[in-house]
């Protein structure tokens, strides 16, 4: 007989969660990457708006340097003899019979000779001074510089110059100044102890403004000549020498507090001070690539503004970093800024089920994007330290508070306080550290992501998506 008792129907199937409870965590780390992503419009607004500020302060300094005097560079001097020297030519004449022959004939011209010094000591003294025009400020100075040394007899032997053909009456001492718009006497060259008026203009090759002062002396310079020449100028960024001696020795001072020493060649004793420097250079000419003594007529390659411009040396008066750098600076750190407070209430969502809003991730977002905003704005009145301050202080103060509306206070938002405080106080000492901010940054990122992993080291990521 078939058995004819009654079978149960399957049990129903039960009801899978749906894609987006199943996976929740991981869309909910996808939005938040979002964010980060969306919030890094405003930070390239606020990138643009450090540009355009950026550039209106290089117009205002600009045009207060324009006025005052730009970047200063001394060249010289140099002993120019002019000589004649005879060559032979072609040339069609007009003969008896009238007809146009060539014949060669012998022709007279002027080349000049070049001399640099044997021995060249520079002294100078920079007294740096702000200008302002508008909230921006430019730094300027006022330097006394005096070029001394000293030349040895002129050798013509080498080109090949006959004594008698040199035209001692027209030698002349010239130098090149960048800028002397900041002279208020006649400059003078004391010249073996004569004294000699300076003319405007510069006859260094390739160079046009300076100064030169004619010899007007018969006499052959047959013995080295002592020189000295007081130069007062105004100038701005920075003042620049050319080792134009054998030996050469130039000493600097200023009482701008932060240096930058540039050039080919840095000083053999630096002292910096917080109310100036003092700078020592001793060179030699085997440091440069143009020669001692040249002509014109050798037409000498050798010695040129770029080879010049390649051997000089000197400081700069601007700041490393000033705010507009710091502030740039500072906005590359905006996204870790975001991740960081993002990461933290990411994991308030997984370690403690606190619900966070999309929106509410928005507004603090919003709020740590304005930090850097308020930082420019107010570091165009203020120090960067102080404006650095209000802005960390006002921005920590604005997400505490708003964070422990929805947070419910205690622990948590004392977190989140305390972790602001923490990030700004970082990021304010990287910006501080020129050389080790990428160490200092690394380090940090280093020890966060490993805290982050310690904290969720033992959630079960798929039991918590399947048990919601």
């Not at 102080?386 to 206070?409: D, E, H, K, P, V």
Request: glycine share 8%; proline share 6%; net charge positive.
């Amino acid at each position: 007989m078939p058995d004819t008792t009654p079978v149960a129907p399957p049990p129903l199937p039960k009801s899978q969660p749906s894609f987006g409870k199943r996976y929740r965590t991981v869309l909910k780390l996808v939005g938040v990457g979002v964010l980060i992503l969306l919030l890094l419009i405003p930070l390239g607004m606020i990138t643009g708006v450090l540009s355009d500020r950026l550039s209106r302060r290089n117009e205002a300094v600009t045009d207060i340097t324009s006025s005052w005097g730009r970047e200063q560079c001394v060249i010289g001097p140099v002993l120019i003899i002019p000589y004649q020297y005879r060559f032979k030519t072609v040339k069609e004449v007009t003969g008896k019979d009238g007809k146009i022959e060539k014949r060669e004939v012998e022709e007279v011209a002027t080349a000049w000779a070049y001399f640099l010094p044997e021995l060249l000591n520079v002294t100078g003294d920079a007294e740096t001074q702000m200008l302002h025009r508008g909230i921006y400020e430019a730094a300027v100075f006022r330097a006394q510089v005096k070029l001394s040394g000293r030349f040895s007899a002129p050798d013509f032997g080498p080109f090949k110059i006959d004594p008698k053909d040199v035209q001692w009456k027209d030698a002349m001492v010239t130098v090149a100044v960048s800028d002397l718009r900041g002279t208020r006497e006649g400059l003078v060259l004391d010249w073996g102890g004569v004294k000699r008026p300076l003319l405007p203009g510069s006859q260094v090759p390739g160079y046009t403004t300076g100064a030169t002062a004619t010899l007007a002396d018969e006499k052959p310079i047959n013995a080295p000549v002592e020189f000295s020449i007081p130069i007062d100028f105004n100038g701005s960024e920075g003042i620049y020498f050319a080792p134009f001696g054998v030996q050469n020795e130039a000493t600097l001072k200023s009482n701008w507090p932060d240096p930058s020493f540039k050039g080919a060649f840095l000083p053999t004793e630096r002292s910096v001070r917080d109310n100036g420097f003092d700078a020592k250079w001793k060179v030699s000419y085997y440091g440069r690539s143009y020669p001692q003594s040249w002509t014109s007529q050798m037409g000498n390659d050798r010695f040129t503004t770029q080879a010049v411009s390649q051997s000089v040396f000197g400081a700069q008066f601007l700041s490393v970093l000033d705010a507009y750098r710091y502030v740039e600076r500072s906005i590359k750190y905006g996204v870790l800024f975001l991740v960081l407070v993002f990461t933290t209430f990411f994991l308030f969502e997984v370690t403690a089920r606190q619900k966070i809003h999309p929106l509410q991730y928005l507004m603090v977002g919003a709020a740590l994007c304005l930090f850097f905003l308020l930082l420019l704005a107010i570091s165009e009145f203020r120090s960067f330290s102080l404006a650095y301050l209000i802005a960390a202080a006002a921005s920590t103060a604005l997400i505490t508070w708003y964070c422990r509306s929805f947070l419910g206070g205690g622990v948590r938002t004392l977190i989140i306080g305390a972790g602001l405080a923490g990030v700004y106080t970082f990021l304010y000492i990287t910006l501080r550290q020129q050389d080790y901010a990428l160490l200092m940054g690394a380090i940090a990122l280093f020890v966060l992501l490993g805290v982050v992993m310690y904290v969720t080291r033992k959630i079960d990521w798929y039991a918590r998506d399947s048990g919601a």
